[in-house]
């Protein structure tokens, strides 16, 4: 059964940057496109960020373009995002997810229960 958890969030300073992990299970990695979503307290979930399992073509949402940046390990089975210059707008929910396609963008029809990522001085 396909299975994501996401881990590394935390308290973090404005411009401070921050790791996060998608660990997967249930399914072979490489073959499935995994999608970064956020959701902060009273508004909707938004895509973040998205890398394909084809060919590793990464898509970024415009407000963190230039500071996120995904990647991802097949032989740990573990997605990463990369976030730098981490302002106080990106505080959220950060969730990873998958729709069992092999390319970007991808509908969250699995997903983990997220990881807190706060941003505050």
Known sequence: Q???????????QPGGPLRLSCAAS??????YAIGWFRQAPGKEREGVSCISSSDGSTYYADSVKGRFAMSRDNAKSTVYLQMNNLKPEDTAVYYCATDQSGSCPVQDDYWGRGTQVTVSS
Not at 26 to 31: E, H, N, Q, S, V
């Open 26 to 31: 249930g399914f072979t990695l490489d073959y």
């Open 2 to 12: 396909v299975q994501l958890v996401e881990s590394g969030g935390g308290l973090v």
